[in-house]
């Protein structure tokens, strides 16, 4: 088939050609004050959270199942990850040479997934989102699960298992209109169970969860040397890399974007937050992303899900510069992606300003260009039977236009029927200047028609948008100490006297530091570039070269925080900084190799 081109950047990547790319984001985090055991330079682990665990019984309608999900027909599939409640593995322990990855198999499977015990559990990130309007509805029969040991495979193209994505699941087990929201490695949200059964996309023989699923992108036009071929794109994705776009290394296999930063409160178990680094789409990638995405995922109740999006971009190494030739002015196109199972929910309504809707079952495309906000009611469902008041629905409230902001633009159509993916994408193309960020609240809703409309219209206007930055002399620290690990002098995220203290935000011009892994040596590195190991690989056609994260070099393990270049310090502050390498001399540890690891200044 022909590669794909980019019709409309605004409505990410043209679907219903061989080759597309696209991008992603994520979360926020917890307080210090979280339980959780001592575990050296990993942080502290987390209970597990199992299915089993004591939790009232009650039917689960939106799944088909009892409520421990391990019932059911033979068509379900045991998943291998399952430890236990409360269990701890070597690859969280206090040792640094422990594993934070599970191994793909001989059978394909995935690529270094991380399992959620394995995940830092301390205030890392503090208030990254602004405060919302919105109050929880009613959270008491919501539920987080993170050791789930049954997946129904049926309901997914035959191709892929779901237990090499899934990562955790927030579940609301109300009798009249239950639902489960299931989030994948990549941050991305893949799967909505709800009492009409599974309404996201069943994913395609090319690849499962990357695109046909819940997900941020950015398009970053500077690095755009868009095909052919499609390794020189400037998509960015928040799940993960198409593995049909390198078969030699995935195919069968995914590459979900590192989870490197979660946010989980026992006493919130109707929230989940996530950091992810975007990955561009399609390897061996020439650009790098050097973008995180953040995703705060609230359950209100009442069929009401919260999503907050937060990008951070710190890539000031631009490949190219604009393709007119000027310098880079940054400009991005910011838009969650996503959409629904079309044989599920076929018509689509479409909201007017009056609040009222229409029917649009039009193409996905060109013929059927992106619509701005202002022109609608802010929201669009897709409904099992439109002629039908209560008929199950799910809206994405998108919002209304926001004064001496960006306008947000909404795209939505059918593909191909083979795909039984409609895409329903928001969008907003608004500079992004390395050192600064952007975030986004919306609003996903479920249940009866009617009333998904009366809520839809209560909604738009609490969504909000718009530029986040923070200040160098307000933003939070994080202490940080140095032990001794396998003959390495390294961090910890424990001890008695701090060593030096980084950022709990991104603040303005900051890097992200983090700690990867040299999985040919064993050694763990600390870098503000995890790229940094990466060998480069010709990309066919062209003269260039670029990165296959999944090639085994390195594993990206999580971000310590932020710190600052020193070129970068906010004039003025009164804040007193030291160099990294004045503190933390091990150069097996911090060898300063990476493009951004020059004259870091930490607190």
Not at 455 to 477: I, M, V
Request: with cysteine.
């Amino acid at each position: 088939m022909k590669k794909r081109v980019i019709l409309l950047i605004l409505t990410g990547c043209i679907l219903f050609s061989s080759a597309s790319c696209k991008s992603k984001i994520n979360g926020e985090f917890l307080d210090s004050g979280s339980s959780g055991s001592s575990s050296g330079m990993f942080g502290d682990i987390p209970v597990e959270i199992d299915e089993n665990s004591n939790i009232p019984e009650e039917s689960d309608a939106s799944t088909g199942e009892n409520n421990n999900m391990t019932g059911g027909s033979n068509s379900k599939t045991t998943s291998s990850k399952k430890t236990g409640s409360g269990s701890s593995s070597s690859s969280g322990n206090s040792s640094a040479s422990g594993d934070n990855s599970v191994s793909s198999g001989s059978d394909g499977g995935v690529i270094m997934n991380k399992p959620f015990k394995n995940f830092t559990n301390q205030l890392l990130f503090g208030k990254i989102f602004p405060a919302s309007p919105t109050a929880n509805l009613d959270t008491s029969k919501t539920y987080f699960y993170n050791n789930i040991s049954s997946f129904d495979n049926t309901v997914w193209y035959p191709k892929w298992k779901e237990e090499n994505v899934f990562f955790g699941q927030i579940q609301n087990k109300s009798t009249a209109n239950p639902y489960t929201l299931r989030i994948g490695q990549g941050g991305q949200m893949y799967s909505i169970k709800t009492r009409i059964g599974e309404i996201m996309p069943p994913q395609n023989e090319e690849h499962a969860w990357i695109d046909d699923t819940l997900l941020m992108t950015v398009y970053q036009y500077d690095l755009g040397l868009d095909g052919p071929p499609d390794q020189l794109t400037g998509f960015i994705h928040q799940a993960g890399m198409y593995p049909h776009m390198d078969k030699t290394y995935l195919d069968t296999k995914n590459y979900w974007s590192p989870m490197v930063a979660l946010g989980y409160d026992s006493k919130k178990q109707n929230e989940l937050t996530t950091v992810n680094l975007g990955m561009i789409s399609c390897g061996p990638a020439y650009n790098r992303s050097d973008v995180l995405f953040y995703q705060k995922n609230r359950d209100l109740g009442g069929g009401i899900i919260e999503v907050t999006y937060y990008v951070y971009n710190y890539n000031d190494s631009y490949t190219v510069k604009n393709k007119d030739g000027k310098p880079a002015d940054y400009l991005t196109d910011f838009g969650p992606w996503g959409g629904i199972r079309t044989s599920a929910l076929p018509d689509m309504a479409v909201s007017k300003q009056d609040g009222t809707w229409g029917i649009s079952n039009a193409a996905f495309g060109p013929a059927n260009p992106p619509r701005d906000s202002s022109t609608t009611g802010g929201w669009m469902a897709a409904v099992e039977d439109a002629k039908t008041s209560t008929s199950f629905a799910y809206s994405w409230v998108y919002g209304q236009n926001k004064a001496g902001k960006s306008p947000i633009l909404m795209s939505f159509g059918r593909t191909d029927v083979n795909r039984d993916f409609t895409v329903m994408a928001p969008v907003i193309r608004t500079p992004i200047a390395p050192g600064t960020g952007y975030y986004y609240r919306t609003y996903f809703i479920m249940g009866d028609f009617n009333k998904v409309v009366q809520l839809s219209n209560q909604y738009a206007s609490k969504t909000d948008y718009g530029p986040l930055t923070f200040p160098e002399k307000t933003s939070a620290l994080i202490p940080l100490y140095l032990k001794t690990e396998n003959g390495q002098t390294v961090i910890s995220d424990t001890g008695t006297s701090p060593a030096f203290h980084v950022y709990a935000e991104p603040v303005k011009n900051s890097k992200p530091l983090y700690l990867i892994k040299d999985l040919k040596t064993g050694k763990y590195k600390v870098t503000c570039d995890p790229y940094m190991l990466m060998p480069r690989y010709p990309i066919s056609g062209t003269d260039k070269v670029g990165y296959r994260p999944y090639d085994g070099s390195t594993e990206i393990i999580k971000i310590y925080g932020y710190v600052m270049p020193s070129n970068k310090l906010e004039g003025g502050t009164g804040l007193t900084y030291k160099r990294l390498d004045s503190v933390l001399k091990d150069a097996s540890f911090y060898p300063k190799t990476g493009i951004y690891d020059a004259n870091i200044m930490v607190r």
